[in-house]
């Protein structure tokens, strides 16, 4: 199986920083595509960043400039460094991976638990 564990969350005072890590374990042949969605309470999910294999990143028009997603492919890892936090960013964050365990499966999403950021004095 493939397991997506993030870590990094917690509570932090408005215009403080915080990183993000989620690391992909397990059966693994190829991770395609990575990146981060939130959801904050009564909202749907949203995309934050994504980030290909080759380094290109892709970010959700109002959260340019204070997220930034990196990777190490090397150890299966996808980081969102976040700067200035304010109170609507408060949610729960969620990674994804876009993968094959196999070189004949199909790629397929794989999601983590999701943790929980809360931006408040």
């Known amino acids: 199986q493939v397991q997506l564990v993030e870590s990094g969350g917690g509570l932090v005072q408005p215009g403080g920083s915080l990183r993000l890590s989620c690391a992909a374990s397990?059966?693994?042949?190829?991770?395609?595509?990575m990146g981060w969605y939130r959801q904050a309470p009564g909202k749907q999910r949203e995309l934050v960043a994504g980030?290909?294999?080759?380094?290109?990143?892709n970010y959700a028009e109002p959260l340019k400039g204070r997220f930034t997603i990196s990777r190490d492919n090397a150890k299966n890892t996808v980081y969102l460094q976040i700067t200035d936090l304010k109170p609507e960013d408060t949610a729960v964050y969620y990674c994804?991976?876009?993968?094959?365990?196999?070189?004949?499966?199909?790629?397929?999403?794989?999601w983590g638990q999701g943790t929980q950021v809360t931006v408040s004095s």
């Open positions: 397990g059966i693994i042949f190829k991770i395609n595509g």
């Open positions: 980030i290909t294999s080759n380094g290109n990143t």
């Open positions: 994804y991976a876009n993968l094959k365990r196999y070189p004949i499966e199909y790629d397929r999403d794989y």
